[in-house]
């Protein structure tokens, strides 16, 4: 009689993101309940003898589907001699493609026949290239031990190394307590899972530089990977790592490119499945500078306010707008005098050590700040009413203008904070008088003639 330790295999998938496809024939293990050393309808025995339950050794547990189930035993720990059964299927298992399953299993602990005590045990699932082959462990459960008399879904996934075209059912006993017993029912039909391809590095929406590394993953083997976008040589392909299903992709962007990118990754998959995955990401500016003082008279102020998101700046060049230009091998504050008033296209160009370049423009006008430039002071007044000289008429005046007049004594007879070319010298003689013109604290002195 065989010892024996039970386990029960129940399936039902309910997997989102599948597709539905048909493979195994009689999942559910149906047969006449109480055969010995028989396979369900469909099945072969690849090794005597499993059992279609319930019904045989005192076995009594409720099938959790239809009116049967099968039962394997394992009378030693080492695997090859586990009854087993398989299937041819009505579709190939591909290589790569991603499928899933369920199952039930069960123990039946002590029983009434004195050779079966409680074990733990796993059932295996094997792809073949011929009837009752090994050629692949495709899924293994979890423990089930010899108290697990319940039925208990288990799920499973597996992803083939090569095409198969049957699988192979058998149990392995784990722990050495006589014989092991397992009971399979309900095993759900393979399930095709459909691909997924994934960014994970950089983030969606990260600012980057011209050139940079973005990384992914898939949950199945693709036939290849291609990344699209705006950056050179779109598209092209990423480098895979079949260990961890990881891939990346090295990116350069041309050197002045700025803005916001869409990457799209796109994963083709066995049986012609197509999957993808979108990420944003940002391309900031890099050069930048803040400029002061536009006065002709004095130097004007550029400073360097650039930044890179990874390397460093290794150049700066400037173009003043005048036909001059300077390369710095630092940043910084340079001053530049020019030498006209004009308005001028300022440029700073900078580049970096992995080869990122950025350049910016800016617009400045010189003026000529200096009010005494253009500045006339008269040295005479006439005050006739002829319209020639009435007043003592400065060209060119500013707002709070100070005027002094002073006669030849040193006497101050005349003095104005706000000073409007109004004076016409009433009320004074002819004759040499002296004046103080301080314009935006900047001081003119002088005489200037009355005559009457």
């Known amino acids: 009689m065989k010892r024996i330790i039970f386990i029960i295999l129940f399936s039902s998938f309910r997997i989102l ?124 459960s979890p423990i089930v031990t010899g ?27 784990i722990t050495n307590n006589f014989v092991a017993y397992i009971l399979l029912d309900n095993m759900s039909d393979f399930c095709i899972v459909k691909p997924k391809i994934f960014f994970t590095s950089p983030n969606e929406n990260s600012n980057q530089t011209c050139s940079f590394t973005v990384t992914g993953k898939t949950d199945s083997m693709p036939a290849s990977i291609q990344l699209a976008g705006k950056f050179s040589g779109s598209p092209l392909s990423a480098i895979f790592n079949s260990a961890d299903t990881s891939w990346q992709a090295n990116l350069t962007y041309a050197p002045l490119y700025k803005g916001k990118d869409t990457l799209i990754v796109t994963g083709m998959f066995a049986n012609g499945y197509v999957t993808r995955d979108t990420l944003i990401i940002n391309i900031p500016a890099m050069a930048g500078f803040r400029s002061e003082n536009f006065c002709l008279e004095d130097s004007t102020t550029f400073t360097d306010t650039s930044i890179v998101i990874s390397g460093n700046i290794i150049e700066w060049k400037w173009y003043f707008g005048d036909g001059n230009s300077l390369t710095k091998t630092t940043g910084g504050i340079e001053k530049y005098l020019y030498s006209a008033p004009n308005t001028y296209n300022v440029s700073l160009k900078v580049f970096t050590d992995l080869g990122c370049t950025d350049s910016l423009t800016k617009q400045i006008t010189i003026t000529d700040c200096d009010p005494h430039t253009n500045i006339f002071i008269p040295n005479m007044v006439t005050p006739n009413n002829d319209g020639l000289n009435d007043k003592f008429y400065i060209k060119s005046i500013t707002p709070n203008t100070h005027v002094e007049i002073y006669n030849r004594w040193g006497e101050k007879i005349y003095e104005n904070d706000d000073y409007k070319n109004d004076w016409n010298g009433a009320g004074y003689s002819e004759g040499i008088y002296f004046f103080v013109i301080r314009i935006n604290s900047k001081k003119h002195s002088g005489w200037l003639q009355i005559v009457k």
């Open 147 to 173: 108290n697990d008399t319940l039925w208990k879904t288990h799920k499973g996934y597996f992803t083939p190394s090569n095409n198969y075209n049957f699988i192979r059912l058998r149990l392995l006993r």
């Open 17 to 140: 993101d599948s597709m539905a496809q048909t493979f195994v024939q009689n999942p559910s293990f149906e047969g006449v309940p109480g055969s010995s050393n028989t396979a369900p309808t469909l099945w072969v025995i690849c090794r005597p003898s499993p059992d279609i339950q319930p019904g045989f050794a005192c076995i009594q547990t409720p099938p959790s589907h239809g009116v049967s189930y099968l039962g394997l035993a394992n009378q030693n720990v080492a695997s090859l001699i586990s009854e087993s059964i398989a299937q041819q299927l009505l579709d190939t298992l591909r290589n790569g493609v991603k499928y899933c399953f369920s199952i039930d299993l069960a123990s039946a602990g002590f029983n009434c026949a004195s050779n079966i005590f409680p074990n733990d045990m796993r059932l295996e699932v094997w792809g073949g290239t011929t009837l009752c082959g090994n050629d692949e462990l495709l899924w293994q």
